[in-house]
């Protein structure tokens, strides 16, 4: 009989009854019945009952083990009477009587108990994260996300993709965010970046000739937590093509993902493929997002038109200063208590607007404070452009365009929410597409790249010569599910005359591009194929399938919103002889005073 086992703790069934096994794991649980005693062993595999006689030599051992600690029994497999199986457990017709056990590892007492759904504070859970990792959800979702990157990796090979690894200790280069910088030792003063995402490299791949790359990629981002971010590292499904078109990027991903939410998703919906395609300008429009989640039936209108001129004269005013008003509808509203408005009107103010007017449209007739300063005609547009019938309400929001698309998103959001009528057991998907390649910086009135600097313009060299800047639309695309962004992507500008013409819209010389961008920019100088690609993030995958609203839940080990990580006490400080190795000094901002004679603190020191 092998030392520690003869099966694991998911494993024996009627079928073993009469056998001997040997079993070891965590004391789960106890339940002392007076003359019988039983624990619950737990596995990574699962749990089986066992139980010991009051008569039994081992039982004082058994009863005086503490829970999580470790132990090792051999007994005999016999079956559950009837009204004692337990049919929420595979190993719930059996049991083991124990005969020999050996306390392989005393646990203390707890500071969180495993067993049971008791929630703890997040400091708690990190702190003492191998214990957080036992507890049976938990450990299912790390479980789930190993199953879905064995998915992504063998669904990738199927579709013709090759798996390499690029560098982790690499060149700063801007992102989008902040990099995390390694000293280097050898080279004085200078620095390694660990990747912000494998960008370039990707990208020589294609220019070096091999054609479908992919990787599980690890990518590292020195930027605040939040529910769908974990700050400092994260996986994404990296992914490039050589010799492609945008649909071609879409028909090779599709599937993968399509495929892994079919497999993971218990059976809930998935938007069958090919997914369906929404411009940027009517994702903004109608959804008040670039991340639209299409389980929200809410659909936003323009009707700037209806208020222009109009006597209601807020918005008449604003109007005339530039401003837009979105409409929001809100199918049966119309049949809602006052306090259902004054609710929303004063969450409105909570988020920083003026407030959130509205319709209500009943038989014959159009109520509320609006209504009473609109003709007919003006309120007969808006029910057309909103599909308003009685009964429903109607919510505006009116305010410079940027400001009146995301909040009406946002109200968009929440009264789908009041009214319960986001679309349950689904996953849908979407792409985001056509993206401007530009927009105005209104604090300084230039032109910026407004999403990914290398993305190919649609309409080549010529749109950038010709066209309007803030016109010209790029080859950029967001894969969206459920509202949540999962990637973004693009196809590349793989030629140097069309990239030194897009930066120098953008304000930047070609000597800085050189400066900054000399590696892959000279790379394109010795013949680079059109290619493009994306990069899902496995993390969020894993969080919708495992319909986690925190991104943490999914993750082995994340530091918290502070980026710091509590169980092994990151980020810490050096030993100075470590940092004369690497030839730094600290330049430390001095602890702010406190008290009546506080002022404010000099920066460094």
């Given at each position: 009989?092998?030392?520690?086992?003869?099966?694991?703790?998911?494993?024996?069934?009627?079928?073993?009854?009469?056998?001997?096994?040997?079993?070891?794991?965590?004391?789960?649980?106890?339940?002392?019945?007076?003359?019988?005693?039983?624990?619950?062993?737990?596995?990574?595999?699962?749990?089986?009952?066992?139980?010991?006689?009051?008569?039994?030599?081992?039982?004082?051992?058994?009863?005086?083990?503490?829970?999580?600690?470790?132990?090792?029994?051999?007994?005999?497999?016999?079956?559950?009477?009837?009204?004692?199986?337990?049919?929420?457990?595979?190993?719930?017709?059996?049991?083991?009587?124990?005969?020999?056990?050996?306390?392989?590892?005393?646990?203390?007492?707890?500071?969180?108990?495993?067993?049971?759904?008791?929630?703890?504070?997040?400091?708690?859970?990190?702190?003492?994260?191998?214990?957080?990792?036992r507890?049976?959800?938990?450990?299912?979702?790390?479980?789930?996300r190993s199953?879905?990157?064995?998915?992504?990796r063998?669904?990738?090979?199927?579709?013709?993709?090759?798996?390499?690894?690029?560098?982790?200790?690499?060149?700063?280069?801007?992102?989008?965010?902040?990099?995390?910088?390694?000293?280097?030792?050898?080279?004085?003063?200078?620095?390694?970046?660990?990747?912000?995402?494998?960008?370039?490299?990707?990208?020589?791949?294609?220019?070096?000739?091999?054609?479908?790359?992919?990787?599980?990629?690890?990518?590292?981002?020195?930027?605040?937590?939040?529910?769908?971010?974990?700050?400092?590292?994260?996986?994404?499904?990296?992914?490039?093509?050589?010799?492609?078109?945008?649909?071609?990027?879409?028909?090779?991903?599709?599937?993968?993902?399509?495929?892994?939410?079919?497999?993971?998703?218990?059976?809930?919906?998935?938007?069958?493929?090919?997914?369906?395609?929404?411009?940027?300008?009517?994702?903004?429009?109608?959804?008040?997002?670039?991340?639209?989640?299409?389980?929200?039936?809410?659909?936003?209108?323009?009707?700037?038109?209806?208020?222009?001129?109009?006597?209601?004269?807020?918005?008449?005013?604003?109007?005339?200063?530039?401003?837009?008003?979105?409409?929001?509808?809100?199918?049966?509203?119309?049949?809602?208590?006052?306090?259902?408005?004054?609710k929303?009107?004063?969450?409105a103010?909570?988020?920083?607007?003026?407030?959130?007017?509205?319709?209500?449209?009943?038989?014959?007739?159009?109520?509320?404070?609006?209504?009473?300063?609109?003709?007919?005609?003006?309120?007969?547009?808006?029910?057309?452009?909103?599909?308003?019938?009685?009964?429903?309400?109607?919510?505006?929001?009116?305010?410079r365009?940027?400001?009146?698309e995301?909040?009406?998103?946002?109200?968009?959001?929440?009264i789908?929410?009041?009214?319960?009528?986001?679309?349950?057991?689904?996953?849908?998907?979407?792409?985001?597409?056509?993206?401007?390649?530009?927009?105005?910086?209104?604090?300084?009135?230039?032109?910026e790249?407004?999403?990914?600097?290398?993305?190919?313009?649609?309409?080549?060299?010529?749109?950038?010569?010709?066209?309007?800047?803030?016109?010209?639309?790029?080859?950029?695309?967001?894969?969206?599910?459920?509202?949540?962004?999962?990637?973004?992507?693009?196809?590349?500008?793989?030629?140097?005359?069309?990239?030194?013409?897009?930066?120098?819209?953008?304000?930047?010389?070609?000597?800085?591009?050189?400066?900054?961008?000399?590696?892959?920019?000279?790379?394109?100088?010795?013949?680079?194929?059109?290619?493009?690609?994306?990069?899902?993030?496995?993390?969020?995958i894993?969080?919708?399938?495992?319909?986690?609203?925190?991104?943490?839940?999914?993750?082995?080990?994340?530091?918290?919103q502070?980026?710091?990580?509590?169980l092994?006490?990151?980020?810490?400080?050096?030993?100075?002889?470590?940092l004369?190795?690497?030839?730094?000094?600290?330049?430390?901002?001095?602890?702010?005073?406190?008290g009546?004679?506080?002022?404010?603190?000099?920066?460094?020191?």
């Amino acid at each position: 009989m092998h030392q520690y086992r003869t099966h694991n703790c998911g494993q024996l069934r009627l079928s073993d009854a009469g056998s001997a096994a040997r079993l070891s794991g965590w004391v789960h649980r106890k339940r002392d019945h007076g003359n019988l005693l039983f624990v619950d062993l737990r596995d990574h595999y699962g749990v089986t009952q066992c139980v010991v006689d009051v008569s039994s030599p081992v039982f004082q051992t058994l009863e005086a083990a503490r829970p999580e600690s470790v132990i090792r029994v051999t007994g005999k497999v016999v079956g559950r009477s009837p009204e004692t199986v337990n049919s929420k457990l595979p190993t719930g017709e059996i049991e083991v009587q124990i005969q020999e056990v050996e306390i392989l590892s005393t646990a203390d007492v707890l500071p969180m108990q495993v067993a049971g759904d008791q929630e703890y504070p997040e400091d708690m859970r990190l702190r003492y994260r191998y214990l957080d990792l036992r507890r049976e959800k938990v450990h299912a979702n790390m479980l789930l996300r190993s199953k879905v990157i064995q998915s992504l990796r063998q669904r990738m090979i199927d579709q013709g993709f090759v798996e390499y690894q690029t560098p982790i200790l690499t060149a700063s280069s801007p992102e989008g965010a902040r990099d995390y910088l390694v000293p280097s030792r050898l080279h004085p003063g200078k620095f390694y970046a660990l990747p912000q995402a494998p960008q370039q490299f990707k990208q020589l791949l294609m220019v070096a000739g091999f054609d479908r790359y992919f990787q599980i990629a690890p990518c590292f981002r020195d930027e605040a937590g939040r529910a769908d971010r974990s700050p400092g590292e994260f996986y994404q499904l990296d992914f490039e093509m050589s010799f492609v078109t945008q649909d071609d990027v879409f028909n090779a991903i599709e599937p993968v993902l399509h495929g892994v939410f079919e497999e993971f998703g218990g059976g809930r919906a998935v938007t069958p493929y090919p997914f369906p395609r929404i411009a940027y300008d009517d994702a903004m429009l109608k959804y008040g997002s670039d991340k639209p989640d299409l389980r929200n039936p809410l659909i936003i209108s323009d009707v700037t038109e209806a208020f222009r001129g109009s006597n209601f004269g807020i918005f008449a005013k604003n109007i005339d200063k530039g401003a837009i008003v979105r409409a929001i509808p809100a199918p049966g509203a119309g049949d809602r208590p006052r306090s259902f408005f004054d609710k929303l009107n004063d969450w409105a103010r909570s988020e920083g607007a003026a407030g959130l007017g509205y319709i209500i449209f009943a038989e014959g007739e159009a109520k509320g404070p609006i209504a009473k300063n609109l003709d007919a005609d003006r309120i007969a547009m808006i029910a057309q452009a909103t599909g308003a019938k009685p009964g429903d309400a109607v919510f505006f929001v009116c305010d410079r365009k940027p400001v009146a698309e995301k909040f009406a998103g946002t109200v968009r959001t929440r009264i789908c929410n009041e009214l319960d009528l986001l679309e349950k057991d689904v996953f849908k998907f979407c792409w985001t597409v056509d993206f401007p390649m530009y927009e105005l910086n209104e604090e300084t009135n230039q032109i910026e790249f407004s999403h990914n600097p290398f993305s190919m313009p649609q309409g080549g060299l010529e749109a950038l010569e010709t066209m309007n800047p803030l016109e010209i639309k790029a080859f950029q695309y967001d894969i969206v599910c459920n509202g949540v962004e999962l990637s973004s992507g693009a196809i590349r500008n793989h030629r140097p005359d069309i990239m030194y013409k897009a930066f120098e819209i953008a304000g930047y010389d070609k000597e800085h591009v050189e400066e900054h961008f000399g590696g892959m920019l000279n790379a394109f100088k010795f013949g680079a194929p059109p290619h493009g690609g994306s990069a899902p993030g496995v993390d969020r995958i894993v969080m919708l399938l495992a319909d986690e609203p925190n991104i943490r839940e999914v993750i082995l080990f994340p530091m918290n919103q502070q980026a710091q990580d509590l169980l092994m006490g990151s980020p810490a400080e050096v030993a100075p002889e470590r940092l004369r190795e690497l030839h730094l000094k600290l330049h430390l901002p001095q602890a702010k005073k406190t008290g009546p004679d506080a002022g404010s603190a000099p920066q460094g020191s």
